[in-house]
Nanobody, 118 residues
Framework: QVQLVESGGGLVQPGGSLRVSCAAS????????MGWYRQAPGKERELVAC???????NYADSVKGRFTISRDNAKNAVYLQMNSLKPEDTAVYYC????????????WGQGTQVTVSS
C-alpha cells in the first residue's frame, strides 16, 4: 500500500535547528494532505503541521514562526524545518499522509526521535 520513511531526527541544543524528511512510496493513486504529528513521553500525540496538495499549511500554535512545513509532490515527500528549538519540542515525530489506494486513508511513518537538550 503506502510506506512512509522518515529521516533527519537527532539530538540538537536549545536554539538549534533540525530538518526532518519523509518520503512516501508504494501503490497509490494520489496523496492529499501530508504532515507531522509528535508525541512526547506521557503525552497525547499532537498535530505539529500539515500541508495540502496545493501547499496550504496549518501549524500548531506552539510552533508557529519557528517551524516550516513544505512538500515536493514530484517526490511524494514532506519536510519539516525546525528552528529555534526548545526542550519542549523533544518528542517522536511521525509523518503521515492521506492517500488514495482503494479509498482515502491515513498512513503513518515509524517515527523519528527529536531531542532538544544541552
Amino acid at each position: 500500500q503506502v510506506q512512509l520513511v522518515e529521516s533527519g531526527g537527532g539530538l540538537v541544543q536549545p536554539g538549534g535547528s533540525l530538518r526532518v524528511s519523509c518520503a512516501a512510496s508504494g501503490r497509490f493513486f494520489s496523496i492529499n494532505d501530508m504532515g507531522w504529528y509528535r508525541q512526547a513521553p506521557g503525552k497525547e500525540r499532537e498535530l505539529v503541521a500539515c500541508i495540502t496538495s496545493s501547499s496550504s499549511t496549518n501549524y500548531a500554535d506552539s510552533v508557529k514562526g519557528r517551524f516550516t512545513i513544505s512538500r515536493d509532490n514530484a517526490k511524494n515527500a514532506v519536510y519539516l524545518q525546525m528552528n529555534s528549538l526548545k526542550p519542549e519540542d523533544t518528542a517522536v515525530y511521525y509523518c503521515y499522509c492521506n492517500a488514495y489506494v482503494r479509498s482515502w486513508d491515513d498512513y503513518w511513518g515509524q517515527g523519528t526521535q527529536v531531542t532538544v537538550s544541552s
